[in-house]
């Protein structure tokens, strides 16, 4: 809002009441109405300077009136939350190097412990950023030893948000699908399970600063939550809040990644953030079952499930750096406790796909479909480099164009017959059936002409 103009006659008033002893007796309404008849008897000459003065206090107003944007927010207070938020960036970013290279120079890279956590979260207050926790989960990690601890728990917080009940609800139905309150469940003391969280991260981390990391899009997340878990906790709680600094794990993942590349003399020229946050984001093991907590892998929400999220990140480092450093994996540490092998192996005696390869690799194992004939055709002087060089047979199709062609039901409908009215009995009447139980035409295609597909009209059309 722009600031209200002075007037020349209001700097007139105040002058005169503060040089008239009367003046000072009256109230300001009183004083306007005494000086509105002496202000009309003025000239324009003796009315100038009034004027000047009224012109240099909005100049003076304007510069001292804060600027303010479209949503009425004070423009240098917006730059400065910007200039304090690049600066934490920078300094996150320096700190998670600087950990990266102290831990490659002491040639423990392999070694060094990290800690992943995430939680779920019922409802976002609408004006502020305050969100009400409803499952958190930690996990220690390390490439060489995998998942070395998890710790995870379920949150009561007692209430939702006055007003955002609906908002919860949506939310969690769409998400983790976890009950709200005053049914939800979990941990209800705040201030016991602020201290256990505590706790486990001065376990992993020692003597260190309690840093813990998160993708980007949750670190607000995290930090409100902790806020939220520490509001009913004592002195020293709030203390142990300021050792918990929350960083973005999708950075460590790049830099991490670059050292690994660098120890196995592998070059990274083609590894850039967007690179690994497209690895990162794509989640390959975002439907692995049995890394959950009970209550998400009963409800069949696995997905949601921050101790599935967790271990998630852990398995995605694992698959993309231990091989680099030729860490060999454990299953439930590296990889998922139950992993498929995405591979085949093969014969070298009886494969063909190192010289020539098909879609129909099957042709190629042994015992294939081939017969001593194409064998021996193969084998022949006079056969073409490809024929020798593969044992591929097509696959012969004509089974299924034989069964078209019979009378019978296609095997395919269940026996379905077509609807329609029945035939009348001993069979007076009823049309032969072709293929798909369809009548049988009456002519064969050989007997049509070109005069059965004449359009009418258009000999005329041709004539003029």
Not at 97 to 115: G, I, Q, W, Y
Not at 351 to 372: A, I, K
């Amino acid at each position: 809002m722009a600031p209200k103009k002075h007037s020349g006659f209001m700097m007139f008033v105040n002058e005169w009441r503060q040089n008239n002893s009367q003046g000072r007796n009256m109230t300001l309404a009183q004083a306007v109405t005494h000086c509105g008849d002496m202000w009309k008897n003025l000239t324009m000459q003796q009315r100038g300077p009034y004027n000047s003065s009224a012109k240099d206090a909005d100049v003076q107003a304007r510069a001292t009136k804060e600027r303010l944007n479209c949503c009425g927010q004070a423009i240098s207070d917006v730059d400065k939350a910007q200039r304090e938020m690049t600066d934490s960036v920078l300094q996150m970013k320096r700190t998670i190097e600087r950990m990266v290279m102290d831990a490659k120079k002491s040639h423990d890279l392999e070694n060094t412990k990290f800690v992943f956590c995430a939680f779920n979260y019922f409802t976002k207050a609408l004006k502020s950023d305050v969100y009400m926790p409803a499952e958190f989960a930690a996990c220690e990690y390390s490439l060489k030893e995998g998942i070395m601890s998890v710790y995870s728990t379920l949150i009561d917080p007692g209430h939702i948000i006055f007003g955002q009940a609906s908002d919860a609800q949506q939310h969690a139905s769409t998400t983790h699908g976890l009950p709200l309150p005053p049914k939800a469940l979990g941990e209800k003391n705040m201030e016991k399970l602020y201290s256990q969280i505590v706790a486990y991260l001065t376990k992993c981390h020692g003597n260190k600063p309690l840093i813990v990391f998160t993708p980007t899009e949750n670190m607000a997340v995290v930090k409100s939550c902790m806020r939220f878990l520490a509001c009913e906790s004592d002195k020293d709680a709030l203390d142990g809040l300021n050792k918990i600094i929350v960083y973005d794990i999708q950075y460590l993942f790049l830099v991490l990644k670059k050292e690994v590349l660098s120890i196995a003399g592998l070059p990274d020229d083609k590894i850039n953030i967007y690179v690994t946050d497209t690895i990162f984001l794509r989640d390959f093991f975002e439907f692995t079952p049995e890394i959950a907590c009970q209550f998400h892998e009963v409800n069949d929400r696995a997905k949601y499930c921050t101790q599935s999220m967790v271990k998630r990140w852990c398995f995605i480092f694992s698959d993309y750096m231990c091989g680099d450093l030729a860490i060999t994996v454990k299953p439930g540490k590296h990889i998922p406790p139950k992993t498929r092998p995405n591979y085949k192996v093969i014969p070298a005696d009886g494969s063909s796909l190192s010289r020539e390869s098909s879609f129909d690799s099957f042709y190629s194992l042994p015992g294939s479909r081939s017969t001593q004939g194409d064998k021996n055709r193969n084998a022949s002087p006079t056969g073409s480099q490809r024929s020798t060089a593969s044992a591929y047979v097509p696959t012969d199709h004509t089974v299924f164009a034989s069964g078209l062609n019979e009378g019978t039901e296609f095997p395919s409908l269940g026996d379905r017959r077509p609807k329609g009215r029945r035939a009348p009995a001993g069979g007076a009447g009823q049309r032969e059936l072709g293929a798909w139980n369809l009548p049988a035409p009456s002519r064969t295609l050989n007997e049509f002409s070109d005069d059965d597909f004449s359009v009418v009209g258009a000999g005329n059309r041709n004539r003029h």
